[in-house]
């Protein structure tokens, strides 16, 4: 689809004054994102909020401090993403430093159990595993009132971690610890699950070096600044807000990690992804490490995934790391097969004018239940809509969806209200504001697809529906530099809600030529003369790129490539076009 450009909106002078210490761009760019003082870019751990802040948080350390007197056998119910798998290895990892004896974990397979901690779960864990003294969820439980039920039927009580926003009712679970909660007054509501869980280790740490337990027990207090690591990953790949305390979380983890003080596993990640983890910025963890974890949970097991993350062992973790790196290869050629079904769906749907529905719901019998919210989000970004991609489920009769957003329409408030106003429609569903999921009967897929595109279209307008480039403007010639690119990398971890700064300007194209199979090699030059820059377009065709010596849009990052020792300036590009279109 076409895009617009949009320049945001200059900020106030006096703002750009609080970071006249920085270069005018960067300044520029920082005060347009709503940052105001320069204490916000301040990463020291003495900045993070309080875990006692946190509603729940005492009852949550009074259980773990029992289960770790009494030596108790505690469970960790994980989830099948990132988020999910560092949550439970971060989880595991500071119980056994704090002198916890029994420690096991169980993470729903999602194409037998489905998501959190369901009744089947809760008895496959016991048959598995043996009956637990403790239950803990990490990253999943606010919604799982029957599992709850079901654990404390065995007279096992539970202690829910979870950040995703509650429904109506909540479980009644012996201690729930989650920023979203009603009555909660933590100001970082974008905590990740990891974050959450994080959280709880430190108040529970600080809880048993004040009542003495790591003095009694010969044993040293766990550093916690050490699973930070693990708190990065987590939190960017789960794309929450980079708020301040956020931002505190990822840059103080992408440090530990630059200086190769991280877990086996993540440094294995990067390794057979061949990527310098000492040049690691906060959209790596994003794009490289995240999709080779969260391949294990889409694809086959994500305990695969946490095991990687467990480990202490390099060696062994790099032979993990490898399996997950194939795993990964694997889903993007079945991601790459349902694209081209998607794009079958779609060209039926411009037949039929159904395409230009304000919300799109896509089923196909042979979709992969693992790839669909990756399907989505392709969907989504091409055609600028609110996209739910549906496969079987697993359950006779039964499809389960994913579902992608677009800024302005919040989609788990909208399968809610969808819900309220059909019931019996959607069986179950659970998520964010820009990712939700849901199962529906395969019967009322067609219903539930007129339904959403009718609810979607009563919610936007024609002009959030417009695919829109929000850019933070030109940059001169003379900007053009290598000091600027390294100094846009290094100021913040930038992510969800404070995107990486993104400009627009008018290139001459000197050469271009395709490398990997699918992106393309600029070489271009600025319209008001410069030193020829190289550019890099992913998943670019060549013939989408104007000739040589012509002139074209590029909306691009400034970046840095480093190539045998060398650092050079590299533009990273987004979008081509021409005019005030791409």
């Keep these: 689809m076409t895009h617009h450009i949009e320049h945001r909106s200059a900020p106030d002078p006096a703002i ?75 989880a595991i990892r500071a119980l056994k430093a704090m002198g916890a004896q029994h420690v096991d974990y169980i993470v729903p397979n999602r194409f037998e159990f489905g998501y959190g901690l369901t009744p089947e779960i809760v008895e496959h864990a016991i048959r598995l595993k043996g009956l637990p003294d403790l239950i803990v969820t990490v990253d999943n439980g606010i919604a799982s009132c029957e599992g709850v039920e079901a654990a404390q039927a065995h007279g096992v009580p539970v202690l829910v971690t979870d950040h995703h926003l509650p429904g109506d009712r909540l ?162 050629e079945i991601e790459q097969d349902m694209q081209v079904q998607a794009e079958r769906i779609l060209t039926q749907m411009a037949k039929e004018e159904d395409v230009h529905a304000p919300g799109l719901a896509l089923f196909h019998p042979e979709w992969h239940q693992g790839v669909i919210g990756i399907v989505a989000a392709r969907v989504k970004e091409r055609t600028h809509r609110p996209v739910i991609a549906f496969a079987l489920s697993g359950v006779d009769g039964e499809i389960k969806g994913s579902a992608r957003s677009i800024p302005g329409l919040h989609i788990r408030d909208t399968l809610d209200l969808i819900s309220n106003r059909n019931p019996g429609l959607i069986l179950r569903f659970g998520g964010h504001a820009m990712a939700a999921g849901l199962t529906l009967r395969e019967i009322d897929f067609e219903r539930f697809q007129a339904i959403f595109a009718e609810t979607i279209g009563a919610a936007v307008s024609e002009e959030d529906l417009k695919g829109v480039i929000v850019s933070d403007g030109p940059l001169a010639a003379h900007e053009l530099t290598l000091s600027l690119a390294d100094a846009l990398r290094s100021v913040v971890p930038w992510g969800q809600t404070l995107p990486e700064p993104l400009f627009d300007d008018e290139f001459v194209i000197l050469n271009k030529r395709v490398v990997g199979q699918k992106h393309l090699k600029l070489s271009v030059q600025h319209v008001d003369g410069s030193a020829a820059i190289d550019a890099i377009s992913f998943n670019t065709d060549i013939e989408d790129c104007p000739a040589r010596g012509q002139t074209a849009r590029l909306a691009f990052h400034l970046d840095v490539n480093f190539f045998r020792g060398q650092e050079t300036l590299q533009l990273r590009v987004a979008q081509i076009g021409n005019g005030d279109t791409m």
């Excluded at 609080?18 to 003082?37: K, M, S, T």
């Excluded at 003495?212 to 807000?241: C, H, I, K, Q």
Aim: proline residues 4%.
């Design 16 to 90: 750009i004054e609080e970071f006249d210490h920085l270069h005018p761009v960067l300044a520029r760019v920082l005060a347009a994102r709503g940052i105001r003082q320069r204490e916000e870019l301040e990463h020291g751990l003495e900045g993070l909020l309080s875990p006692g802040r946190l509603l729940g948080m005492n009852a949550a350390v009074d259980l773990l401090v029992r289960m770790i007197r009494d030596q108790g056998k505690i469970l960790i119910v994980g989830d099948f993403d990132a988020d999910g798998a560092t949550s439970s290895a971060l």
């Design 171 to 332: 479980p009644e679970a012996a201690a729930i610890v989650n920023p979203n909660q009603a009555g909660d007054t933590f100001p970082s509501k974008g905590l990740a699950g990891v974050g959450v869980i994080f959280y709880v280790m430190c108040a529970l740490r600080s809880r048993l070096r004040d009542e003495g337990w790591f003095e009694e027990n010969g044993r040293a207090a766990p550093n916690m600044a050490s699973y930070l690591d693990l708190v990065a990953l987590g939190t960017v790949a789960d794309l929450v807000p980079l708020d301040h305390n956020n931002r505190i979380l990822v840059a103080q983890g992408i440090a530990r990690i630059r200086e190769g003080r991280c877990c086996p596993g993540i440094d294995a990640l990067f390794r057979v992804a061949q990527r310098d983890r000492r040049r690691l910025v906060s959209s790596d963890l994003g794009f490289v490490a995240g999709p080779r974890l969260n391949a294990a949970g889409r694809i086959e097991d994500m305990s695969l995934g946490i095991e990687c993350l467990l480990t202490d062992d390099p060696v062994r973790a790099m032979g993990m790391a490898e399996n997950l790196d194939r795993i990964n290869k694997e889903r993007r």
